[in-house]
């Protein structure tokens, strides 16, 4: 069972901005920065974000991340179809032997 | 340009060791700074990030393998190596590999297409 907790689902319409959260417990999200990843139907994760809130090369400004205490967000604004994708939050556990955790998933659905 | 591809078995038996390996190019795991994830998907489900490979040769490990993997780099081969001893059902799962590295806090770029391993008997 991951250590991250993310919603389920969210859904919203086309044009309009979603938020996904990812909660942690404090061991992890303390002193070590979130990635976001965007995994799309049959297809391998996508880095959106990384260190909290910048991102690669090649990714649209719509996407945005922010990170505050035991808790990340991702943002998506200007949603389109093609953003229908499985969102996973990861960050590093610090607390005896480093290790990597990916959050629950959240699914989004554009209406 | 960056690629991953993994390769290994599609089907394996309870109890065998899984030998997978990630075979890359664009870069050198050798390199200050670089590292090689694998992260695997049971079918429908969430990523698990399984261990990382650095490039000084440190390695780290999910509590969940429980000392079942040992992960190993080739760098005149161009490739890392993770071996799962005594696999059971629940392992059965797309197997993918990564490269992190510390630059992006060793969160994952670059990816392969993926792996489906199955364990049946």
């Known amino acids: 069972q991951s250590m991250l907790t993310q919603a389920p689902s969210v859904s919203a319409a086309p044009g309009q901005k979603v938020t996904i959260s990812c909660s942690g417990k404090?061991?992890?999200?303390?002193?070590?920065?979130v990635s976001w990843y965007q995994q799309l139907p049959g297809t391998a994760p996508k880095l959106l974000i990384y260190e909290n809130n910048k991102r690669p090369s090649g990714i649209p400004d719509r996407f945005s991340g922010s990170k505050s205490g035991t808790s990340a967000i991702l943002v998506i604004s200007g949603l389109q179809t093609g953003d229908e994708a499985d969102y996973y939050c990861?960050?590093?556990?610090?607390?005896?032997?480093?290790?990597?955790?990916f959050g629950s998933g959240t699914k989004l659905t554009v209406l | 340009q960056i690629t991953l591809k993994e390769s290994g078995p599609a089907l394996v038996k309870p109890t065998q060791t899984l030998t997978l390996t990630c075979t890359f190019s664009?870069?050198?795991?050798?390199?200050?700074?670089?590292?090689v994830a694998w992260i695997r998907q049971p079918p429908g489900k969430a990523l698990e990030w399984l261990s990382l490979?650095?490039?000084?040769?440190?390695?780290r490990y999910s509590p969940s393998m429980k000392s079942r993997a040992t992960i190993t780099k080739d760098s005149s081969k161009n490739q890392v190596v993770l071996t799962m001893t005594n696999v059971d059902p629940t392992d059965t799962a797309t197997y993918f590999c990564a490269q992190g590295l510390s630059s992006k806090s060793f969160s994952y770029d670059s990816w392969g297409q993926g792996t489906l391993v199955t364990v049946s008997s």
């Open positions: 404090s061991s992890n999200f303390a002193s070590n920065s």
């Open positions: 990861g960050t590093w556990d610090t607390t005896v032997n480093a290790f990597y955790v």
């Open positions: 490979i650095y490039w000084d040769d440190d390695k």
């Open positions: 664009g870069f050198s795991v050798n390199t200050d700074g670089v590292g």
